[in-house]
């Protein structure tokens, strides 16, 4: 059980084990709304660049008792401030989620502030409402990991 969630900045020493939580063929399949290919490095390191530079971009990696966990970041997508995460399914249920993103809250002084998960994403669901998001409505996408459109729960919080 991990004790201690920290976030840090991002580092080219963190791509490679970033890359491999985000090809985890389950975590995939929950995120739904992934990179078209998964397995290509290419692709990942290229979108690893492009949102390190951009300064509206707040990328940082979760360290869980020192080791990184996963990922969380704010970005800013057609003017609105949204927030996404990626957690290493070895630590799901420990809470991991929960407490990065009370950090991230912490940083990202910005609202209203917005979300999206997979609708049938319950974990992530319950982790933004606990974080004082509230559900304002859906929508329906291409879901490249499931190669299929589904649903998406919006979220903001105020």
């Known amino acids: 059980m991990i004790s201690e969630v920290t976030l840090r900045g991002v580092e080219d020493a963190d791509l490679d ?3 491999e939580f985000m090809r985890d063929p ?3 399949w929950m995120a739904a709304f992934t990179a078209e290919d998964p397995d290509d490095r290419a692709a990942f390191d290229a979108h690893m660049r ?3 530079e951009n300064p509206e971009t707040l990328n940082h990696v979760i360290l869980g008792d020192g080791v990184v966990v ?3 970041a704010s970005f800013v997508m057609e003017g ?4 996404t995460y990626w957690i290493d399914r070895a630590v799901w249920g420990q809470g991991v989620a929960g407490r990065a993103l009370a950090l991230l809250l912490e940083r990202v002084t910005v609202r209203p502030l917005h979300a999206r998960a997979a609708s049938d994403n319950a974990a992530s669901l319950r ?4 974080a004082g998001f509230k559900p304002v409505g859906t929508d329906t996408g291409y879901a490249a990991a499931r190669k299929a459109e589904i ?3 919006i979220f903001i919080l105020s």
């Open 17 to 19: 084990v970033l890359f």
């Open 50 to 52: 492009k949102i390190r």
């Open 26 to 28: 389950e975590a995939v």
């Open 70 to 72: 996963g990922s969380i």
């Open 80 to 83: 609105d401030t949204e927030i």
């Open 151 to 153: 649903e998406e729960t």
């Open 127 to 130: 982790v933004l409402t606990r």
